[in-house]
């Protein structure tokens, strides 16, 4: 190749690169669902979106998973059953997560009572 043709490589390419680059972030596919700048958790060998998943008992379940608790439904994400050994029926209460179930009573726990 003659000098004049390595010139106008390098130009071209500098001219391309400058065009990507003046467009913001690269653009991806429709559907591919690539979060590269935002954070991710890890449950067990999988990542997650901690927008939309907690990791509870090693699995990734959604957010919005209620499970029952006595006779009330709680929030796996964000609340957690617990037996309720203080009263004379067998009762659960449904705590917030990290609150540890041994705990008497806190303002914004709810008592369900048993499902017969």
């Known amino acids: 190749m003659t000098p004049r043709c390595y010139i106008l490589a390098v130009w071209a390419s500098l001219c391309i690169i400058s065009l990507l680059c003046s467009q913001g972030a690269p653009v991806f596919p429709k559907g591919a669902h690539l979060m590269l700048c935002q954070s991710h ?3 067990g060998d999988r990542f997650y979106d901690p927008q939309q998943h907690c990791c509870y008992d090693n699995a990734v379940v959604p957010l919005s998973t209620s499970p029952k608790c006595g ?10 059953c617990c037996p309720w050994s ?12 990290g609150q540890a179930c ?8 709810r008592v369900c009572s048993s499902v017969s």
């Not at 006779?71 to 957690?80: A, D, H, P, S, V």
């Not at 203080?86 to 997560?97: D, H, L």
């Not at 041994?102 to 726990?109: H, I, Q, T, V, W």
């Open 86 to 97: 203080f009263r004379p029926q067998e009762t659960f209460v449904v705590k917030v997560r």
């Open 102 to 109: 041994s705990f008497g009573p806190f303002p914004g726990d």
């Open 41 to 43: 958790s890890r449950c």
């Open 71 to 80: 006779n009330c439904t709680f929030r796996i994400c964000f609340e957690q």
